[in-house]
T-cell receptor, first 113, second 108 residues
Framework: DAGVIQSPRHEVTEMGQEVTLRCKPI?????LFWYRQTMMRGLELLIY????????DSGMPEDRFSAKMPNASFSTLKIQPSEPRDSAVYFC???????????FGQGTRLTVV | KNEVEQSPQNLTAQEGEFITINCSYS?????LHWLQQHPGGGIVSLFM?????KKHGRLIATINIQEKHSSLHITASHPRDSAVYIC??????????WGAGTKLIIKP
């Protein structure tokens, strides 16, 4: 298995632009997590999906952030409009529900200038 | 031996009691999660810790990196705190490893 696949690996965009981050979870995993990592705040859980349904989005910082999971093999995290303070590494992770391990993608490094 | 161990596995207490749930881990970590799962199945992230202590309302979480140990405390417990509490660590390989959970029941 290729593991959790995120794209793009790097994204540089101007303030105000829309940014879409993509994630393909491991086949057969039905839980998906979006995390954000910054030097200041460490690793933060943004949203958690189970069977494509958002279960907990209390970590989403504000309305500019939205996440979707239209099917079991794809999820997006969208920021519109983007701001410089959104610059971070965004990780996607997947697991089996009830399992004891989750696997992370390699992350998307977002820079908003 | 599991890499993340929680204790106790089950805990029943009276409303108002001070609750402590413990988590010990044996791997190197970059962060530790405390999660709450209600009987309906939804999981809520309570805390993410990499050092020290965090407080949110009646909930307090502490972590001792040297001892590889974390505790979750609930002050003035209430029946609505009844849930399964899960400790999960983010390992050095970016794996998220869960403990088995602690089932907490708070009786009125």
């Amino acid at each position: 298995d290729a593991g959790v696949i995120q794209s793009p690996r790097h994204e540089v965009t101007e303030m105000g632009q829309e940014v879409t981050l993509r994630c393909k979870p491991i086949s057969g995993h039905n839980s998906l997590f979006w995390y954000r990592q910054t030097m200041m705040r460490g690793l933060e859980l943004l949203i958690y999906f189970n069977n494509n349904v958002p279960i907990d989005d209390s970590g989403m910082p504000e309305d500019r952030f939205s996440a979707k999971m239209p099917n079991a093999s794809f999820s997006t995290l969208k920021i519109q409009p983007s701001e410089p303070r959104d610059s971070a590494v965004y990780f996607c992770a997947s697991s089996r529900t009830g399992g004891t391990e989750a696997f992370f993608g390699q992350g998307t490094r977002l820079t908003v200038v | 031996k599991n890499e993340v161990e929680q204790s106790p596995q089950n805990l029943t207490a009276q409303e108002g009691e001070f609750i402590t749930i413990n988590c010990s881990y044996s791997v190197g970590i970059s962060a530790l999660h405390w999660l709450q799962q209600h009987p309906g199945g939804g999981i809520v992230s309570l805390f993410m810790l990499s050092s020290g202590k965090k407080k949110h309302g009646r909930l307090i979480a502490t972590i001792n990196i040297q001892e590889k140990h974390s505790s979750l405390h609930i002050t003035a417990s209430h029946p609505r705190d009844s849930a399964v509490y899960i400790c999960a660590v983010i390992g050095s390989n970016y794996q998220l490893i869960w403990g088995a959970g602690t089932k907490l029941i708070i009786k009125p």
